[in-house]
């Protein structure tokens, strides 16, 4: 599958403070995303199992806005918009009837989710978008439970999704150009960034997410370090870098050469599971080698590299205040 470019946002027809959105599931997931799409000017109905339920989980979000202001984690006026563009539905029928895009948050089961997107789609207007929450299922089993299914995507939201920036937006095989590019920009509106991946296992996030987390569990498993000493070298290493970079751009200012020789060293003791990758390998063969020779996986021109070490060290410094500031985390 190719996966198609989105459009520019210009090319929208439907304004942000115009778009009608429903969010079917109103717990903590459901409810978080519906926050976040109706503090982005979206009018956003709230709809679960029964009407008392939709409207206990809509006063329940304002509750969470108004700490949220206290805590200074939501701006002034928050509550206020959120009384103004969210709404409890009594059912999903109501919620998605005249909605431009419609976000399903329900258990991660797939006979639920097949029931609840049914319902959705037939519910809906034939030209709504139709998004799924899912973090494992693959979106294209969703789909046989929607009719017009190209109107059809993943929409996964992270948590906590008030405060976690990325998207990650999963096509299927016959999701079309226009759904993608309405989906982005209707997430891109909310002031979140979005990624397009590929409908396979795990997407990206999770297959990265769940590729750490094995590694370290076999560390710990074998006695080689605690969980604490895992979590401690995580924070305070590579994992103080991935803020502000991903792997791709601390491969290529580390040096390709340098990760091409590491591979060959793990590879002593795991020979399966470090094999080098190809595409590092090719690179390194041509003499791409990272920000040393300007060229590698995100090809910086070698005249900006001094700008980049100075952003990465500027960086660094201001996340290490900022620990500082708010201190440990709570949870020895």
């Known amino acids: 599958m190719t996966i198609p470019e989105a459009p520019a946002a210009s090319e929208s027809t439907v304004p942000a403070a115009a778009r009608k959105i429903a969010v079917v599931g109103s717990g903590y997931m459901g409810g978080g995303i519906a926050q976040v799409l109706a503090l982005g000017g979206a009018r956003v109905a709230l709809a679960d199992v029964s009407a008392e339920i939709a409207q206990k989980n809509f006063d329940r979000l304002l509750v969470e806005s108004d700490q949220f202001i206290a805590d200074g984690l939501f701006p002034e ?17 109501e919620a998605v009837a005249d909605a431009d895009f419609i976000e399903e948050c329900v258990p991660e089961v797939l006979e639920i989710k097949h029931q609840t997107l049914a319902r959705i789609s037939a519910a809906a207007r034939p030209d709504a978008v139709i998004g799924s929450n899912t973090s494992t299922i693959s979106i294209a089993s969703l789909a046989e439970a929607v009719a017009l299914p190209e109107r059809f995507l ?26 993608v590019a309405a989906s ?62 991903g792997p791709f ?29 190809k595409i590092l390998s090719d ?19 070698a005249e900006r590299t001094p700008e980049l070490i100075a952003y990465r060290n500027k960086a660094y410094v ?14 020895n």
């Open 77 to 93: 006026g928050s509550t206020e918009i959120l009384k103004q563009n969210l709404w409890a539905a009594k059912d999903i029928e």
């Open 154 to 179: 993943g929409v996964h939201f992270s948590n906590p999704s008030p405060f976690i920036p990325g998207v990650e937006i999963i096509p299927h095989a016959e999701t079309s150009a226009a759904t």
């Open 184 to 245: 982005r920009e209707l997430v891109h509106a909310a002031g979140k960034q979005t990624a397009v991946v590929k409908d396979v296992t795990g997407f990206v996030l999770n297959r990265l997410q769940y590729a750490l987390f094995h590694e370290a569990a076999q560390l710990v498993e074998q006695g080689i370090a605690t969980a604490d000493d895992v979590d401690t070298l995580v924070r305070t290493t590579f994992g103080f870098r991935l803020p502000f970079f």
């Open 249 to 277: 751009a601390i491969a290529d200012m580390a040096g390709l050469d340098v990760y091409n020789f590491c591979y060959k060293s793990l590879q002593t003791g795991f020979p399966e599971r470090f094999a080098t990758p």
């Open 283 to 301: 690179l390194v063969e041509a003499g791409k080698l990272g920000t040393k020779t300007g060229a590698g996986f995100l090809n910086v021109p």
């Open 318 to 331: 201001a996340m290490q205040k900022l620990i500082e500031e708010l201190g440990p985390a709570p949870i």
